[in-house]
């Protein structure tokens, strides 16, 4: 069955960096493109980044962009989240997520699997 | 940037039919879809690409998607159902959620 399992969150002051990643099994990894998606607390699913299966395509919410790097090893079956120049607007739970294909088509990117997330605390 | 509403809350009676919607410009245009999300949970997809509903999605759960207007429907709605849900396109290269809907079943 699909997993992923997130690591790396934790209190971070503003303006430093933080590394996440999802390590997957039960799927073959270098085949299908992955998210990452916040939520703030009590707030509703904000998505940051998506990555193609083969890491050659790259989209970020203007929210992070030039800030956050999502990157991916399929050699190890993990996906990460360079975060840089934090803010205690980017407290939340990140969750790591998969696509059902190798990429968003035109028309069409959503998740099928949802990790069960790691929570990064912004905080002087 | 693109924007898809939903309205904050819905209540609905054990058994009874709920209906959330979803709305943006020309969403008939894209393909919608939507997630549940239990307190304390992940999130899980319960309809894709408008109508699909995955493997292991109970039947009650349809939806739909047409002018501007994305809905899901529930359908015998049980305490179970009881969540918060989200509706999802995918615009310019953007993953946009809606602002989410609590569902209240009493």
């Known amino acids: 069955q699909v997993q992923l399992v997130e690591s790396g969150g934790g209190v971070v002051q503003p303006g430093r960096s933080l590394r996440l990643s999802c390590a997957a099994s039960?799927?073959?990894?270098?085949?299908?493109?992955m998210h990452w998606v916040r939520q703030a607390p009590g707030k509703g699913l904000e998505w940051v980044a998506v990555i193609s299966h083969d890491g050659s395509s790259k989209y970020y919410a203007d929210s992070v962009k030039g800030r956050f790097t999502i990157s991916r090893d399929n050699s190890k079956n993990t996906v990460y989240l360079q975060m840089n120049s934090l803010r205690a607007e980017d407290t939340a739970v990140y969750y790591c997520?998969?696509?059902?294909?190798?990429?968003?088509?035109?028309?069409?990117?959503?998740?099928?699997?949802w990790g069960q997330g790691t929570l990064v605390t912004v905080s002087s | 940037s693109y924007e898809l509403t939903q309205p904050p809350s819905l209540s609905v009676s054990p058994g009874q039919t709920a209906s959330i919607t979803c709305s943006g410009v020309?969403?008939?245009?894209?393909?919608a879809c939507w997630y549940q999300q239990k307190p304390g949970q992940s999130p899980v997809l319960v309809i894709y690409?408008?109508?699909k509903r995955p493997s292991g999605i109970p039947e009650r759960f349809s939806g739909s998607n047409s002018g501007n207007t994305a809905t899901l429907t529930i359908s015998g709605t049980q305490a179970m159902d009881e969540a918060d849900y989200y509706c999802?396109?995918?615009?310019?290269?953007?993953?946009?959620f809606g602002g989410g809907t609590k569902v209240t079943v009493l």
């Open positions: 020309k969403l008939g245009d894209k393909y």
């Open positions: 690409q408008n109508n």
């Open positions: 999802q396109a995918w615009d310019s290269s953007t993953v946009v």
């Open positions: 997520a998969k696509l059902p294909l190798l990429y968003c088509s035109s028309t069409s990117c959503y998740i099928d699997y």
């Open positions: 039960g799927f073959i990894f270098n085949s299908y493109g």
